[in-house]
């Protein structure tokens, strides 16, 4: 069991694009380091319209999860004193990456100001996490998965997605940064979580590339 006092970071945000196992790895992380694990709200009333592409939806679907990922960060700063460490399944930058996959321009120019708004009043975590997976990994899992809303994304936006993910951390700077390459990180697998963590304690004020252990080729990057 690892050693939750010793672990510099009270609040882990853990990112990826969806089915990239980031909310069970904070489920994970939160009780293996005696955390608060926060989750983020899947509930929009226009996701669906979003995906079938009405006009307008986009921009809906949009500031909904926005707003309510803004109320919910904001109620972090009020942290409960018995569970003083957060690991939270998101961050709010995220958010804008989906606006630049999906919004126009006259769309965006709103969203900026409110997004802008919202993020000064927003604390940055102190360790970020990148479940980073491949277009291939992401379609099987949603064939895998499979429901009735997944069955109309279009394969394009699934890469458009990809691509801005690994993009945005590529260039991110703001917090110690954990890229991790998830294709074949194994939940059920003690040892991959043990040593996951392991190079979470280690982290400094930089970012690590890391492999998992049940991957051949396994290797650690530091820049």
Do not use: W
Request: hydrophobic fraction near 40%.
């Amino acid at each position: 069991m690892p050693d939750a006092d010793t672990l510099n970071f009270n609040h882990i945000a853990i990112e990826g694009v969806f089915k990239s196992g980031k909310t069970k790895l904070t489920e994970i992380l939160a009780r293996k380091l005696a955390g608060q694990a926060v989750y983020d709200r899947a509930d929009n009333p226009y996701l669906k319209e979003f995906y079938e592409e009405k006009e307008g939806s986009a921009f809906l679907t949009q500031l909904v999860f926005l707003v309510n990922r803004y109320h919910q960060q904001a109620g972090l700063l009020q942290r409960d004193l018995f569970h003083d460490r957060i690991v939270c399944d998101y961050m709010f930058e995220k958010d804008k990456i989906y606006a630049y996959q999906t919004l126009a321009d006259e769309e965006l120019i709103v969203y900026e100001k409110i997004h802008n708004i919202f993020a000064e009043k927003i604390t940055r975590p102190d360790l970020t996490i990148y479940l980073q997976i491949s277009l291939p990994t992401l379609i099987h899992r949603i064939e895998r998965d499979g429901s009735s809303l997944d069955k109309i994304i279009a394969e394009k936006y699934l890469e458009d997605v990809v691509e801005a993910f690994d993009y945005f951390f590529f260039n991110y700077k703001a917090t110690p940064l954990l890229v991790v390459k998830a294709d074949e990180l194994n939940f059920n697998q003690d040892e991959d979580i043990m040593d996951l963590i392991d190079k979470i304690q280690h982290m400094k004020k930089s970012t690590l590339f890391y492999v998992p252990l049940g991957r051949s080729g396994r290797g650690l990057k530091k820049t």
